[in-house]
């Protein structure tokens, strides 16, 4: 057996590292137009910020994922769920209710400050575009979006990502 640094899911630590790398030097336009208000219609990597400032109070506002909404989803599993991406999953509710389910989750979000509040929760978390995961083909068993799709620039991109 050849021994690799290689980690099963994200691949070679260079290649880990080099997402890292372009992923922090990317430039998001604000959630507000320039008289300062608040745009509902801006959704996608626009939008970060907002969740950004909100992370601290989202867990208040928002109701715990329901155990038995997630089991009738992941039913459809055409294999046993060891690892699940919570793609979009910000500060990790869903992936909570899924550790508490015996599933093993971690939370891909592109909000720097809802991932703080994922990991301060004991939840693995990467910063991540949906449409370019740092992931190899078919290393995880399931993605889970909840409440997320339509912040995604693209979602379709990201369904085609998730699917490979």
Do not use: C, W
Request: no cysteine; glycine share 8%; proline share 7%.
């Amino acid at each position: 057996m050849v021994e690799s640094d290689d980690d099963p899911v994200f691949g070679p630590p260079e290649q880990a590292e080099l997402h890292a790398t372009a992923t922090r030097h990317r430039d998001f336009s604000a959630t507000t137009n320039l008289a300062g208000r608040f745009r509902p219609d801006m959704f996608g990597h626009g939008d970060v910020g907002f969740f950004d400032r909100i992370a601290p109070l989202y867990d208040a506002a928002m109701p715990p994922a329901r155990a038995e909404d997630l089991r009738a989803g992941l039913a459809f599993a055409h294999r046993p769920l060891e690892r699940v991406v919570d793609l979009g999953g910000g500060t990790g509710r869903v992936s909570r209710t899924l550790r508490d389910l015996g599933i093993e989750a971690s939370v891909f979000d592109y909000s720097a400050g809802m991932l703080r509040r994922a990991t301060k929760a004991g939840i693995p978390g990467v910063r991540a575009d949906a449409a370019t995961l740092p992931i190899r083909d078919a290393s995880v068993d399931a993605v889970v979006v909840t409440d997320a799709l339509h912040h995604f620039p693209e979602p379709e991109a990201a369904i085609r990502e998730v699917a490979r």
